[in-house]
């Protein structure tokens, strides 16, 4: 993903550009215009800037950050691979909330929760701000999606899926919307359909679902699940996402611990030592 070095170079242009227009309009800054509404310049040079640096999710955030600004509040972002993987949260977290046309507070409490538990409490009030303005705005999910994967590694992107699932399922049920936008994000990212059903087996349980975790059929040898889960034991180690953070990593162990508990639920059936 491009570096978020460059939406601070963003917020940087959009403050400048946001003072001249105040300081050329003086006194109308704040006032309502004829209309009746006020002037609002932020969120469309930012958006427009997001864009030109960006790409898709340079431009929603540019916007939400622009917006921000004309609501005279700041947004501080971090450079770095944790950062961008927050920042392509927020992003596909709107988009899976906003699947089944309703925004819930379960969803909301969820998100706000798992920020607090992986960034700190200083971090998650100034990213649950920025999704709200997220929120507003209409997703390319394609567009968005497509850019995430060309610049994000594999497993991180499997991070991602995974995180997604569980906003789905804040309220205790699976809206189908919900799961089709995520299959898609998946399928935008490049992420593998056995990946993507490997994950999702972790959260929407079926008689098979032990053996989809693994990417395995019920019919597999034992040596089949054996190599199925030596391959994905490295594939899923927290250790592969150690770059985005220690907080990003103690949530990657979850998904590595489902996958244990599949190969001990198949091993338990079929009697393998």
Do not use: C
């Amino acid at each position: 993903m491009t570096k978020l070095i460059v939406i601070i170079i963003i917020a940087i242009f959009v403050y400048a550009l946001i003072k001249s227009f105040q300081k050329k309009d003086k006194g109308e800054a704040g006032q309502e215009n004829k209309t009746g509404q006020k002037k609002s310049y932020g969120k469309w040079i930012g958006g427009g800037l997001g864009w030109a640096f960006g790409g898709p999710l340079g431009a929603i955030l540019g916007f939400a950050m622009g917006s921000m600004f004309d609501g005279s509040q700041g947004a501080n972002y971090r450079g770095s691979a944790r950062g961008d993987f927050a920042m392509s949260l927020l992003v596909l977290s709107a988009a899976v909330m906003k699947a089944d046309t309703k925004v819930l507070k379960s969803e909301l409490d969820y998100i706000k929760s798992f920020f607090i538990r992986q960034f700190g409490m200083d971090e998650s009030e100034r990213l649950i701000p920025i999704l709200k303005e997220i929120l507003k705005q209409e997703i390319n999910i394609q567009e968005v999606s497509t850019q995430v994967g060309q610049y994000m590694d594999y497993p991180s992107k499997l991070q991602l899926i995974h995180y997604l699932f569980g906003i789905a399922s804040a309220d205790g049920q699976y809206h189908p919307s919900e799961v089709d936008v995520i299959e898609r994000i998946s399928g935008f990212m490049g992420v593998r359909a056995a990946d993507f059903t490997s994950i999702r087996a972790m959260f929407v349980k079926n008689i098979n679902s032990a053996y989809d975790i693994l990417e395995i059929v019920p019919e597999a040898t034992d040596e089949e699940v054996k190599k199925a889960y030596r391959r994905l034991a490295v594939e899923y180690h927290p250790d592969k996402v150690s770059h985005l953070g220690e907080d990003i990593r103690k949530s990657a162990t979850e998904k590595f611990q489902n996958l244990n508990a599949a190969y001990e639920q198949i091993k338990k059936q079929r009697g393998i030592k």
